[in-house]
């Protein structure tokens, strides 16, 4: 059963404060899923320890990075069912794993984080391994674009 | 860092992987262990040489993209361990 929507709201927040998109129906993961150049990460968010300590700081410590994806949006595990099974559908071979982010370049994906590379760090670990595909994969930003403030995954708690 | 509840031990919460000393290898989250096992959640488990895959490469395949679990919930006995690592770190 999911839990309140009052409860996960922060958590829904932490991620869309980030410039992340809450695809929220079957219908809005299969808009984003059907626009496959560039780079784009899907999060699959949830309400576990791991998701609060590690995974949504860690996300949003990552987009920070002067490198990243196109498009980043989240699915909640536990709470928006059908999106969640719509966008796990997408990736059949691969068991459900919450919390746990997908990163796919020109619609295939290249990259996967499960819930068990995630549990048992911290927030900066999980953001070094992004940012890592994020500058194996995605474009560097524009020379004229204005630069992105530097990123301290040491000492940022980025909330 | 795991998640710590009372009362439970240091992997309680954590993916891992229980090898034996027999042709079996676990994967499941640690609900709890002792002197007496482990008990496993949501686990799968492997046999050595099923689907033509030891349990080596079941392991790493396990470590990049996780398990499809088999069991709700399983117990191990101590005498049946060989092994208990975090697949994390596999």
Known sequence: MPYSPLLVKPMREELTSAGVKELLSPLDVDAFMSERSGTAMLVVNS??????????PGVRLALRHAHRPDRVASV???QDLEATARARGYFPDIPPSSPSIAFMKDGELVYFMPRHRIEGRDAEAVARELMAVFEEHCAAPEAAASPAPPVNVAGSTAH | MGTFHRNKSALHGITVVVDTTGPEVFVGRCD??????????????????????????YVERAAR??????HDRLFIPRERVASVRRLGEV
């Open chain 1, 47 to 56: 309400v576990c320890g791991c998701a609060a300590g590690m995974a949504r």
């Open chain 1, 76 to 78: 909640f595990a536990g």
């Open chain 2, 32 to 57: 709890d262990e002792d002197e007496r096992g482990i008990v496993l959640d949501d686990a799968d488990v492997h046999r050595d040489g099923d689907g033509g895959r030891s349990k080596q490469q």
């Open chain 2, 65 to 70: 993209f996780g398990v499809w679990k088999k």
